[in-house]
């Protein structure tokens, strides 16, 4: 499933009953770079994405992510947009095939990889201020990417070590950063659930 836009270019899992992988979600980052004053929240480069697939099966082969330097267009109305990675490259997942299997499979590696995570970390804010995340926020980007269920991601921040905040029931100024991220997390997929009934 193709979403659009979260400003972060990230990634969820989607599971049946028994736990396996039945759908990823992959979410694009966006052309509109965002400067947020919440909590544990980040901006962005701008970016857009070019995917290829299978014309005969519809099959996703690649997808190939663009970018401008925010701080060089700044100073440099001429900056050109530059590829950033490709799911395929050696330098970005070595995906061959974008399908549910595959992503969790990316999952998997990142869990057993730090370096291969931070990798992820820099394409998630499309390489504008990139800050290493370990701890806490570490567990909650990877908990995040494998639950999309409200009770699965708490379980699994609690297995992680982290304690997990309620959702915010106040101002979002007052939220805590991983409540923070949820809600847009839960937000982003709320929205797709109302699109798909609206024009179905």
């Known amino acids: ?103 969790a499979a990316l999952l998997q590696r990142m869990k057993d990889n730090d370096t291969l995570f931070q990798l992820y970390i820099k394409y998630n804010s499309v390489m504008y201020d990139v800050k290493l995340v370990d701890g806490a926020r570490k567990i909650a980007q990877l908990c995040s990417i494998e639950f999309i269920d409200l009770d699965q991601y708490y379980q699994c921040l609690k297995e992680g070590s982290v304690t997990p905040s309620p959702p915010p029931t106040s101002s979002p100024s007052a939220a805590s950063p991983l409540a923070s991220q949820f809600s847009a997390y839960v937000s982003i997929i709320l929205s797709a659930a109302i699109v798909l009934v609206l024009f179905s």
Request: aromatic share 14%; no cysteine; hydrophobic share 40%.
């Open 1 to 103: 499933m193709l979403f659009g836009h979260h400003h972060t270019d990230t990634f969820h899992i989607v599971k049946d009953a028994n736990g396996t992988a039945v759908q990823t979600m992959l979410l694009a980052p966006a052309v509109t770079p965002w400067f947020s004053s919440l909590p544990g929240a980040g901006a962005n480069n701008p970016a857009f994405r070019f995917i290829t697939f299978n014309d005969s099966n519809w099959d996703m082969l690649d997808i190939t992510t663009y970018y401008v330097d925010l701080a060089q267009l700044n100073h440099n109305a001429s900056t050109q947009w530059k590829k950033e990675y490709s799911f395929s490259d050696s330098t970005g997942y070595n995906i061959s095939l974008i399908n549910a299997q595959s992503m």
